[in-house]
Nanobody, 126 residues
Framework: QVRLVESGGGLVQAGGSLRLSCAAS????????MGWFRRTPGKEREFVAA????????YYADSVKGRFTISRDNAKNTVYLQMNSLKPEDTAVYYC???????????????????WGQGTQVTVSS
C-alpha cells in the first residue's frame, strides 16, 4: 500500500506560478513511476505529466509542455509539479499517482496507476 498526500494548491493569478508536492509513504518510493493528473467538473481525469522511478525520464501533456516541470526527490519520497505561466484553463483538482515499475514505459492513462492521492485544488484567476 502506498499513501500519497498532495499539497501546494491554491489561488493564483494568470501568469503566476505554483509548486505542488506529493509526499509518499508505505513502500519503496524509488520502485514507482509517478504521475500528475487533473480534473475539472464534468470532465474525466486528464494526464498532465509523468516521471520515471529514477527521475531520468519525463513526459508531458501537450497542454502543459514548456510551462510545467515534474521532478522527484527519492531521498524525500516526494514528487513535485512546478507550474509556471498558469492559465485559467489550468484550474482543476490536481492528483498525484503511483505505479509500480513493471516496465520502463511511462504510464499516461488513469487505469495504469495503482495508487492515488486525495487531490489539491488549483484555481487560476484571469
Amino acid at each position: 500500500q502506498v499513501r500519497l498526500v498532495e499539497s501546494g494548491g491554491g489561488l493564483v493569478q494568470a501568469g503566476g506560478s505554483l509548486r505542488l508536492s506529493c509526499a509518499a509513504s508505505g513502500r519503496t518510493f524509488s520502485n514507482y513511476h509517478m504521475g500528475w493528473f487533473r480534473r475539472t467538473p464534468g470532465k474525466e481525469r486528464e494526464f498532465v505529466a509523468a516521471i520515471s522511478s529514477t527521475g531520468g525520464r519525463t513526459y508531458y501533456a501537450d497542454s502543459v509542455k514548456g510551462r510545467f516541470t515534474i521532478s522527484r526527490d527519492n531521498a524525500k519520497n516526494t514528487v513535485y509539479l512546478q507550474m509556471n505561466s498558469l492559465k485559467p484553463e489550468d484550474t482543476a483538482v490536481y492528483y498525484c499517482a503511483a505505479r509500480r515499475t513493471l516496465t520502463q514505459a511511462l504510464p499516461v492513462r488513469v487505469i495504469e496507476y495503482d495508487y492515488w492521492g486525495q487531490g489539491t485544488q488549483v484555481t487560476v484567476s484571469s
